[in-house]
């Protein structure tokens, strides 16, 4: 596609389930990007890859957040024993290049709502 | 010192007007000064940018105006149009590959 794709676009899941959540980039672009979106609020920073490496996570706000991009393409978020405090919008963004030079590419998020 | 606070958090223009956002910014490392537009649902996406080598910068309607001295920064929508209803985010990066966000505006053009 054309586009940054996330999956699922809405996930429900009840308190301490796992949850994997899936954004395949733009082809091409080397430099991905884990935000969160609460209601309201601008994004927040998780986690950004530079190919196969994280090279930040230090916005994953504990250690029950991980991400992986195995081979520097699509990459997965994953969180364990999700709590209701998890519940937002999962945005996923790509870019050519490291930031800042340009844009960043936005998918159109993964809604994960905790019951 | 990492904050970019954006206002109004809301904002209502009849068609035709300017629509005015502005942000604020402490971090005098930041050199790169993007505006995204979030419409219900969707991803943010880039709108316009600058950097602080120029004091504005127009793409069509829009206009960035940037006061590097006061540490702020404005978005213009000229003759604002019910299409551009939408919230609006600016945001701020170093030569880091991190940017800091605002809160967004939710702007409401009335046709």
């Known amino acids: 596609g054309a586009g940054v794709s996330q999956t699922p676009s809405n996930k429900v899941t009840e308190k301490g389930k796992y949850v994997e959540l899936r954004c395949d980039p733009i082809s091409g672009h080397t430099a991905l990007y884990w935000y969160r979106q609460s209601l309201g609020q601008g994004p927040e920073f998780l986690i950004y890859f530079q190919g196969t490496g994280a090279a930040d996570d230090s916005g994953l706000p504990n250690d029950r957040f991980f991400a992986v991009r195995p081979e520097g393409s699509v990459s997965t978020l994953k969180i364990q024993r999700t709590e209701r405090g998890d519940s937002a919008v999962y945005l996923c963004?790509?870019?050519?290049?490291?930031?800042?030079?340009?844009?960043?590419?936005f998918g159109e998020g993964s809604r994960l709502t905790v019951l | 010192q990492q904050q970019v606070k954006q206002s109004p958090q809301s904002l209502i223009v009849q068609k035709g007007g300017i629509s005015i956002i502005n942000c604020a910014y402490e971090n005098t490392a930041f050199d790169y000064f993007p505006w995204y537009q979030q419409f219900p649902g969707k991803g943010p996406a880039l709108l316009i940018a600058i950097r602080p080598d120029v004091s504005e910068k127009k793409e069509g309607r829009f206009t960035i105006s940037f006061n590097k001295s006061a540490k702020q920064f404005s978005l213009h929508i000229m003759d604002s149009q019910p299409g551009d209803s939408a919230t609006y985010f600016c945001a701020a990066g170093d030569s880091n590959y991190q940017l800091i966000w605002g809160a967004g505006t939710k702007l409401i053009i009335k046709p």
């Open positions: 963004a790509s870019s050519l290049l490291a930031l800042n030079t340009g844009e960043l590419f």
